[in-house]
């Protein structure tokens, strides 16, 4: 694999840590929260969705990676920015609630570390490989010849049909 697809499955495992941290926070705060009304546990029960939906989709961002699928990648990368846009509001909601600064600083955190997974897969789908990870190799173009014409393996490119 190529540096910027292993970068891609590296942000999308930590992508399905994120969903398995937001879904634990969400239950944790519905069990500790027994004595106060449902209508105030729906920033958890919001928890609980994203999580399950992020833990899902972080499967279609490594099988993207993996398979250099740029249609997959745009579709992960773009619902990982749509989540990560519902993640920043429920953490607004919790931080206004006096007793939920921990909890929403957490899942600042995920929503951040989720963005920059999106970004990455959205520069990946757009330039492909990005050339700057092959440290140490020279690019002469397609075929990787030289201007002595043999290629940067020592063998001599065979142009017979």
Known sequence: ?????????????????????????????????KDTADYHKAPEFVLIVLGVTVFALSFL???????????KLYSFASAMMVL???????????????????????????AVIQVVGAVLAYVVAIYGEIKICQIGQEYYGPGDNRSDGNRSDGNRPNYTA
């Open 84 to 110: 990560s846009f519902f993640q920043f509001i429920t953490a607004v909601v919790l931080f206004a609630r006096k007793d939920s600064k921990v909890t929403a600083s957490i899942v600042l955190i995920t």
């Open 61 to 71: 961002g490594t099988y993207a990676a993996i398979k250099k699928s740029e249609c």
């Open 1 to 33: 694999m190529a540096c910027t697809t292993c970068l891609v499955v590296f942000f999308t495992t930590l992508i399905t840590v994120n969903g398995i941290i937001l879904f634990g926070v969400g239950v944790t705060g519905i069990i500790q929260d």
